[in-house]
């Protein structure tokens, strides 16, 4: 993500405009982000297809970067091909991450496939450390399968929780392993439980702010389709709880998120990874 622009631009960290739900719109959706100074979006394939997609979109528009990889609902294995795939996408230089992969046990009942949707989110943290790569996980009710094999498979990945759902307790052991926490339109909800008061407690060196576009709108836009000029009310929620100006909450997360996914300062926040964890 280039340098020469002011730090007061917002990052929407994670996205999903590669499908269908943005056909008809697609290059204004990025133009309205565009106007209100969201200047990047990094989009996430769920699986080889969108992963294809993603990189497409990248090329085509300058503000795109993406991650490719395949997500836990679709619970299938990677074949030598994929991995070839991957590989061959992490050399591009709009591919910054391997992602979304993870678990979801919300969705995924079957204990035979939830095996395989560890077998395969391992996989993926193995080939995102042979490729050099930041990872992007989904975590829904796997907090503590995710945990077990961060500290034993993920010792040397770095990466984001996106869309964090889990503990204060979680948070501060997630940040102490050196990664990041995406935050997403559910913080912005009535029924957002404990999530407000979590941010509000975390420091802001390893927050990220993402949509999740075109799901999980923030409010007032919650039940429309989301898209990612709308990171902005969520930046303006968490600078709230924060009690900080927009400025400074736009600075400090627009640094974290291109102090994960540029690829220059790529090796040096790895070290740092490291050192948070010795
Ligand atoms: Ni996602």
Not at 128 to 153: F, S
Not at 262 to 267: D, F, G, I, L, Q
Request: glycine residues 6%.
């Amino acid at each position: 993500m280039p340098d020469a622009y002011s730090s007061c631009f917002l990052v929407d960290t994670h996205a999903h405009i590669d499908g269908p739900e943005f056909d008809a719109d697609r290059h204004e959706a990025i133009a309205r982000a565009a106007a209100v100074d969201v200047r990047y979006i990094v989009n996430f394939g769920d699986d080889m297809a969108s992963s294809a997609r993603s990189v497409t979109l990248s090329e085509e528009e300058p503000a795109v970067f993406c991650g490719v990889g395949i997500h836990p609902n679709n619970a299938v294995l990677l074949t030598p091909e994929d991995e070839e795939a991957l590989a061959l996408w992490a050399k591009h230089p709009k591919v910054v991450a391997i992602g979304e992969i993870g678990l979801d046990y919300y969705w995924e009942k079957d204990p035979e496939r939830r095996a395989r949707q560890r077998q395969c989110f391992i996989r993926q943290l193995d080939l995102a450390r042979q490729l050099h790569l930041p990872v992007c996980i989904h975590d829904r009710e796997a907090h503590g399968d995710l945990l077990t094999i961060l500290k034993a498979e993920g010792r040397e990945n770095t990466g984001v929780i996106h869309c964090f759902s889990g503990s204060f307790e979680m948070a501060q052991e997630l940040l102490r392993l050196g990664w990041y926490l995406g935050i997403d339109g559910p913080v912005t909800y009535k029924n957002a439980a404990k999530l407000p008061d979590i941010v509000r407690r975390l420091p802001l060196d390893h927050i990220l702010l993402e949509t999740d576009s075109p799901y999980l709108s923030p409010l007032p836009y919650r039940g429309k389709r989301n898209e990612p000029a709308f990171v902005r009310n969520i930046a303006e929620f968490v600078s709230n709880i924060k009690g900080i100006s927009f400025a400074s909450l736009a600075a400090k997360t627009t640094a974290n998120a291109r102090r994960l996914y540029n690829p220059t300062t790529r090796s040096e926040e790895r070290r740092v990874g490291k050192e948070c964890r010795s």
